[in-house]
């Protein structure tokens, strides 16, 4: 079956440890996105990628870095900068100029950090 | 920019009883607009979708009519189940350069369906 998949599913660091976060997808989809989910404020967009080697900052990306050498991968680093790191992070991905351009999400890493 | 609001939660329902939960969006030109659900500790899984006014979106029971007039993509069902209980997320698709493609989310409603 087709899907992302998203690796782990919990994840625990210490304050000032950088954390890689895992997303692959075998939809054969072009682009993929990460999205910061906090209670109450619904999904925040991190950085996107609409081709491999390509990706942009979205509305929150400082103290994240991510990386598109693959089309099937897009991992997410969560960096010692970042000043809130505790959340659930989830991928998707999408085929531009569908016409309908809907997303399609991971099951998501909830990252702790103490 | 682009923004969407929908109703604040929570919404507290009884077992077959008539769910709305309102959505509104801000955009320029025409947006395909969407309904996720997330079921607890999972992510988002695309409920149902419309591309262009008065198109309506339905999937499990759930209908959402795309109204330009009014902007509203507001979500029903007839005759909710305790299986519906989540938290729904209506968004707005819009191209934002080029052939950048970025959703813009509102912030959820959670649905508590009680048997």
């Known amino acids: 079956d087709g899907g992302i998949t998203q690796s782990p599913k919990y994840l625990f660091r210490k304050e000032g440890q950088n954390v890689t976060l895992s997303c692959e997808q075998n939809?054969?989809?072009?682009?993929m996105y990460w999205y910061r989910q906090d209670p109450g404020q619904g999904l925040r967009l991190i950085y996107y990628?609409?081709?491999?080697?390509?990706?942009q900052k979205g509305d929150i990306a400082e103290g994240y870095s991510v990386s598109r050498e693959k089309k099937e991968s897009f991992p997410l680093t969560v960096t010692s900068a970042q000043k809130n790191p505790t959340a659930f992070y989830l991928c998707a991905s999408s085929i531009p100029g569908t016409g309908t351009y809907e997303q399609y999400f991971g099951p998501g890493t909830r990252l702790t950090v103490t | 920019g682009d923004s969407v609001t929908q109703m604040e939660g929570p919404v507290t329902l009884s077992e077959e009883a008539f769910l709305t939960i309102n959505c509104t969006y801000t955009?320029?030109?025409?947006?395909?607009l969407f309904w996720y659900v997330q079921y607890p500790g999972e992510g988002l899984q695309l409920l149902l979708k419309a591309t262009k006014a008065d198109d309506k979106g339905s999937n499990k029971g759930f209908e959402a009519t795309y109204r330009k007039e009014t902007t509203s993509f507001h979500l029903e069902k007839g005759s909710v189940q305790v299986s519906d209980s989540a938290v729904y997320f209506c968004?707005?698709?819009?191209?934002?350069?080029?052939?950048?493609?970025?959703?813009?989310f509102g912030k959820g409603t959670l649905l508590t369906v009680n048997p």
């Open positions: 990628s609409q081709i491999v080697n390509d990706f």
């Open positions: 955009a320029t030109g025409y947006p395909s």
């Open positions: 939809l054969n989809h072009d682009a």
């Open positions: 968004a707005l698709s819009q191209n934002s350069g080029g052939s950048n493609y970025k959703l813009t």
